[in-house]
């Protein structure tokens, strides 16, 4: 049904919103981690910078 590689324009439009998303939940987990430092937070912030640059070097 769908092409390899080939996204249905929803999910384009997703992917899209998720990408404008994430860079300031990155940033204001990176300010929350530095005040208040637990794991959670830290492998949170971790995560949320990979998926920002996974969205910059278009992987997603």
């Keep these: 049904m769908?092409?390899?590689?080939?996204f249905s324009p929803f999910m384009k439009?997703?992917?899209?919103g998720?990408?404008?998303i994430?860079?300031?939940l990155a940033c204001f987990q990176?300010?929350?981690t530095i005040f208040i430092p637990t794991t959670f937070d830290v492998l949170l912030?971790?995560?949320?910078?990979?998926?920002?640059?996974a969205f910059l070097k278009k992987w997603f």
Excluded: H, N, Q
């Design 45 to 53: 912030c971790a995560l949320l910078f990979f998926v920002y640059i």
């Design 2 to 6: 769908f092409k390899k590689g080939k």
């Design 30 to 32: 990176l300010i929350r």
């Design 18 to 20: 998720l990408s404008i």
């Design 22 to 24: 994430v860079l300031p």
């Design 13 to 16: 439009k997703c992917r899209e």
